[in-house]
């Protein structure tokens, strides 16, 4: 992680003071501000580290990987500034804007399926048909790290107290890789999940004690969308995470206002997740005066 080539492309985003939240919940609240990177996600960081680990051999040979979103525009960017080839996967239900977007930064994108399941899976079979590496969303020690650098960045921002960190879950990688540097570097401090209720992966993996496949995901909050809990993340985030927090589409959208009313930028519903999940343990756990 402290090895992890980011900042080629990412920017060290600021940690912002939230002075309405702070006054309102009486705690201390800070947001990251992943959505001011080029690609407004934190997906790039993973997907330039795992990119540019490859052999030259494998960059000639190209990437190649699945989304419909933000980690679809991090392998564009990062393959195109690498000087890659890469191929985009993208469901038939993308929204042309998403589409566009990809391409804008270099990729190639195919359409295929009407779920990210199906992209998936055929983003596999075409890896192995033309030979490319691909770059997993989450699933992958370098993507891992890659996004493990958000976690260094705020204990460089913010080196006196911190109380908990909360954390937004999909497939998992954000989360394992900012567990992974925060628990070893300032092991006092709480990692703390949050998901949506009707996608909540992790969370029922941690009660299973094993990954489990949900049947059906809500896709309100798309962005972590995810059936299933990757392995890696998984692996490391059952012996890091200190708890897992659940909310509703409701407190979703009342912290995208949440963050429009301390910062007048509009945020998408994977990215105010973590802070309806801080709202929401500030509240059960009768929390105040922390960071």
């Known amino acids: 992680m402290l090895r992890a080539k980011v900042y080629d492309v990412a920017q060290e985003s600021p940690l912002d003071y939230a002075p309405v939240l702070t006054k309102r919940f009486n705690n201390q609240i800070y947001l990251k501000r992943e959505d001011l990177q080029p690609v407004f996600s934190f997906k790039l960081r993973g997907a330039y580290n795992k990119i540019a680990s490859l ?46 977007s990809v391409r804008a930064w270099g990729a190639k994108v195919v359409l295929h399926g009407d779920s990210f399941d199906d992209a998936f899976l055929h983003a596999k079979e075409l890896a192995k048909q033309k030979n490319m590496t691909f770059v997993h969303p989450y699933d992958d020690p370098y993507v891992i790290a890659g996004q493990g650098t958000v976690a260094m960045e705020i204990l460089r921002q913010k080196t006196d107290n911190i109380d908990a960190i909360f954390v937004p879950v999909g497939g998992g ?12 570097v300032r092991p006092e401090i709480k990692i703390i999940g949050v998901e949506p209720d009707n996608s909540d992966c992790l969370n029922q993996a941690l009660k299973a004690k094993r990954r489990v496949t949900l049947k059906q995901v809500g896709l309100f909050a798309d962005g972590v969308a995810v059936k299933q809990i990757g392995k890696e993340p998984f692996r490391l985030a059952r012996n ?45 756990e009768n929390i105040n005066e922390q960071t």
């Open 173 to 184: 990688g954000l989360i394992s890789g900012i567990a992974v540097y925060a628990k070893f």
């Open 55 to 100: 052999s030259d051999q494998e960059k000639q040979h190209g990437v190649i990987a699945a989304s419909a979103g933000n980690h679809a525009q991090g392998v564009a960017l990062s393959a195109t500034k690498l000087g890659i080839k890469s191929l985009i996967v993208m469901p038939q239900t993308t929204p042309e804007i998403k589409v566009n």
């Open 240 to 284: 890091l995470v200190d708890k897992v927090i659940t909310v509703n589409t409701d407190e979703i959208c009342a912290a995208i206002k949440d963050i429009f009313d301390d910062t007048r930028s509009v945020a998408e519903p994977a990215g105010a997740l973590a802070l309806a999940g801080l709202k929401k343990y500030v509240e059960t």
